[in-house]
């Protein structure tokens, strides 16, 4: 029998741990934090299950699917900003094909269960974008709501509006 759960990618970045804190407070959730790197001693404990790896690794994923029924997944984990712009292959591997593996987890999940599965994909400064140099250079000063030009976010969406 598979144990419920949540799932949290990306578990020891920046919103994750703000994630798993706020999760840990609530009775009778059962945390399962996947990431890169050992999770940080302030949020280890509050994790029922953590696993080392890659959203990219297809065997882990069905190893997700096969030991767990998650209701819901937070989908945090992403190549962003610099990283991204230093090896765009990788951060493509991992925004586009990382998210649609875990997509594909939460359908495969929603099948064996017979409902929704709740997928967020949250963001941060990953939403902001210009078109090119020249809107960029011409900018001036930027409020909240400015250059909101996800190019990853549209392909996820269109993405799911086609399944």
Known sequence: MRKPAILITGANGEMG????????????????????????????????????GNILDQSLVEQLN????????????????TRAEFSPQSAHDVNVGGTLNLLNLAIEQGRSQGKSVKFFFPSSIAVYGFSGLDEK???????????????LCTAVINFIVNI
């Open 17 to 52: 741990h703000g994630l798993i804190t706020a999760l840990h407070k609530r009775n009778n959730v059962n945390i399962v934090a996947l990431d890169l790197n050992t999770l940080d001693d302030s949020i280890s404990e509050f994790a029922n299950e953590e696993i080392i």
């Open 66 to 81: 096969g030991e767990y029924e998650f209701d819901t997944i937070y989908h945090l984990a992403a190549l962003l900003s």
């Open 137 to 151: 250079n011409n900018s001036g000063s930027l409020k909240e709501n400015s250059f909101r030009n996800p190019p």
